[in-house]
């Protein structure tokens, strides 16, 4: 069995029928890729390590995982595969992918159908999303913290949570945001690189206008 794979198995802990979902989703997502350019072709080989892992390692900082909203979902991660482990838990969850791209939602609905979820995917820009019964707003590789904060503000202002998959200028990017709003951080060094952090943002409030 693929290191990887292994890896992903010990860490979450997780049945034989969820590695052959995941295997389903990293054979599509590959078939799909020459199309879309999902994810980039040289991580193609580590879809695991490099997609899967370093996003099912936000799922247990998500305390309310009623409702979770993913921003600029592109290739699903990390909605896609946090729902997975919601199913797999048997923990009552709901999933909305949020992406702009109408290839791209037909990927992620075609992925939905392949994989059996239960998943709301909808084609708009996240500014132009209404915002109502929230748990948690998750991203990766999306905008940067402050202005990811101002869409969100735009819409509603009073999200619970937002947890955000960030690189190596996740400190700026935060000192960026205290500009403008107050909030509640706590730092996560990323399993999958030692430069990677996860930002688990709370108690939001606008500073400025």
């Not at 899967?52 to 979902?73: H, M, N, P, V, W």
């Not at 159908?113 to 999306?142: G, H, M, P, Q």
């Amino acid at each position: 069995m693929d290191q990887d794979v292994e890896f992903f198995i010990k860490k979450f802990n997780v049945s034989r029928e969820t590695i052959e979902k995941l295997n389903k989703y990293r054979d599509f997502l590959i078939r799909r890729n020459k199309l879309l350019n999902l994810i980039g072709k040289t991580t193609e080989n580590h879809i695991f390590s490099r997609h899967f892992t370093d996003s099912a390692q936000i799922y247990d900082l998500i305390e309310d995982k009623s409702e979770i909203i993913d921003l600029g979902s592109g290739a699903g991660f990390p909605g896609v595969i946090l729902k997975i482990l919601i199913d797999y838990n048997k923990k009552d969850g709901n999933i909305t992918l949020i992406e702009k791209s109408p290839k791209k939602c037909k990927f992620l609905q075609d992925l939905s159908d392949k994989l059996d979820l239960t998943i709301k995917i909808v084609n708009l820009k996240i500014e132009k999303f209404k915002l109502n019964k929230i748990s948690t707003i998750v991203s990766r590789a999306f905008k940067n913290t402050v202005d990811t904060m101002d869409i969100l503000f735009k819409n509603n202002d009073k999200i619970e949570s937002i947890i955000l998959l960030k690189g190596k200028t996740y400190q700026q990017e935060l000192e960026d945001a205290k500009k403008k709003y107050t909030f509640d951080v706590e730092k996560f060094r990323s399993i999958t690189s030692d430069e990677s952090f996860i930002l688990k943002i709370t108690n939001i409030k606008r500073t400025t206008t």
